[in-house]
C-alpha cells in the first residue's frame, strides 16, 4: 500500500507561481512511474506531466508545455510539479498518481490551485 499527499496549491493570481509536492510513503518509491493530474468542475481528470522512475523521462500535456516542470527526489520519495506563467484554465484538483506498469496504481487525495484575480 502507497499512501500519497500532496501540498502546494493555493489561490494565486494569473501569471503567478506555485509549487506542487507529492509526498509517497513506501520504501520503493524510485520504482514507480509518478504523475501529475488535474479536474476541473464538470471535466474529466486528465494528466498534466508524468515521470519515468529514473527521473530521466518525462512527458507533458501540450497545454502546459514551457510552463510546468515535472521532477522527482528519489532520495526523498517526493515528486514535484513547478507552474510558472499560471491561467485562469489552470484552476482544477490536482492529483499524484504512483504506478508501476502491470500492477495496481496509488492516487493522493488531491490539492486545490485556483487561478484567479
Known amino acids: 500500500q502507497v499512501q500519497l499527499v500532496e501540498s502546494g496549491g493555493g489561490l494565486v493570481q494569473p501569471g503567478g507561481s506555485l509549487r506542487l509536492s507529492c509526498a509517497a510513503s513506501?520504501?520503493?518509491?524510485?520504482?514507480?512511474?509518478m504523475g501529475w493530474y488535474r479536474q476541473a468542475p464538470g471535466k474529466q481528470r486528465e494528466l498534466v506531466a508524468s515521470?519515468?522512475?529514473?527521473?530521466?523521462?518525462?512527458i507533458y500535456a501540450d497545454s502546459v508545455k514551457g510552463r510546468f516542470t515535472i521532477s522527482r527526489d528519489n532520495g526523498k520519495n517526493t515528486m514535484y510539479l513547478q507552474m510558472n506563467s499560471l491561467k485562469p484554465e489552470d484552476t482544477a484538483l490536482y492529483y499524484c498518481k504512483a504506478g508501476i506498469p502491470g500492477a495496481r496504481n496509488y492516487w493522493g487525495q488531491g490539492t486545490q490551485v485556483t487561478v484567479s484575480s
Open positions: 513506501t520504501s520503493i518509491f524510485s520504482s514507480y512511474v
Open positions: 515521470i519515468s522512475s529514473s527521473g530521466g523521462s518525462t
